[in-house]
């Protein structure tokens, strides 16, 4: 499955930390989007529930934690994030689900393509037809 748990390196001093994320770099894509969530309402809320035919992921929880779901059709794997040195590259074409935020949470987004709705499989259904479709080519 394509993702990857991303460590960043944490400029300490006496004044507090600093984490710099730089495409190519440490970031494994050149950064074309930012977003970031934040103002979750409650731990039931789940965000996401899709998944992207082009773009490219690395999540961050700036404050706060949260789960991330990752699922290729055929596995699933959860992932905790709870620190802001730690990131989650997910690639395209995976069904991505973020839940559990804790309160005051902030997840950064960062992705290799522009926002285009047209690329968001929303559907379970038919994302599973379309990666079986795509195996079978
Ligand atoms: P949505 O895709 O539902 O968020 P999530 O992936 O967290 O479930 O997006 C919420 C709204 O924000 C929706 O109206 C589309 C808009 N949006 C943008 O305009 N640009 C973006 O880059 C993103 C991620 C969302």
Redesign the pocket.
Known sequence: MDYKLLTFHRFGDERGSLVALEGEHNIPFDVK?V?Y?FGTKDRSVV????ANLYSSFAMVMLKGSCNVLIDDGEHKEDVRLENPTQGLYIGKMLWKE?YNFSDNSVMA?L?DQ??N?DE?IRDYNEYLKIIKTAAAA
């Open positions: 989007r977003f969530i965000r996401g529930c899709h973020m987004v992705s522009h926002y709705k968001y």
